[in-house]
């Protein structure tokens, strides 16, 4: 369970809509029922949503914003650590994330509806291009199967990453 993860000292809870369409946010949300919120760090993504391709994702400010308000109601929370943006790489280009995505979550942010803002996608240098580009601090970046036995490239990127600050997810 939940609580006995905790209770081992993994303390790094990471979820979003996507997964199960709820169903994660819900189940994380009733498990951590009664557990000091010190105890975990939690995050969870805006802009995947719909199984239909051709409705999947939405990076508008006005939809990743009422995504993140239904996530914390779902977590039963005040507010996550983390908001991450979902798979950056589908957004219609990397300028609808820079001018509409992440100035939303930056409001979200300076209301204490979370502590920290990343994005998450597959080819590095879209993670890459979009940290150069945003006027919005960008806390963390999750990059996902680039540090296996059969990919290790997401390694070419720590002294990058390093030099801005900027932590390292890996996930996969």
Not at 19 to 46: C, D, M, Q, W
Not at 69 to 74: A, F
Not at 94 to 118: F, H, M, N, W
């Amino acid at each position: 369970s939940l609580k006995y993860a905790l209770d081992r000292g993994i303390n790094f809870i990471d979820t979003a809509y996507w997964y199960g369409h709820g169903a994660s946010e819900n189940f994380i949300g009733n498990a951590l029922k009664g557990v000091p919120r010190e105890r975990y760090f939690i995050s969870t993504k805006v802009a995947r949503y719909e199984k239909d391709a051709a409705r999947m994702f939405d990076f508008s400010a006005e939809k990743v914003t009422k995504s993140a308000h239904e996530s914390l109601e779902r977590l039963q929370l005040g507010y996550v650590d983390l908001l991450q943006v979902h798979d950056v790489e589908f957004a219609p280009s990397i300028d609808v994330v820079i001018e509409s995505t992440l100035p939303a979550l930056q409001k979200l942010k300076e209301r204490g509806l979370c502590r920290y803002i990343g994005i998450t996608g597959y080819p590095l240098s879209t993670l890459r291009a979009i940290v150069d580009k945003s006027q919005v601090k960008i806390d963390s970046v999750l990059s996902y199967c680039r540090l296996t036995l059969q990919d290790s490239s997401l390694a070419n990127e720590f002294s990058y990453y390093r030099a801005k600050g900027i932590p390292l997810i890996n996930a996969s």
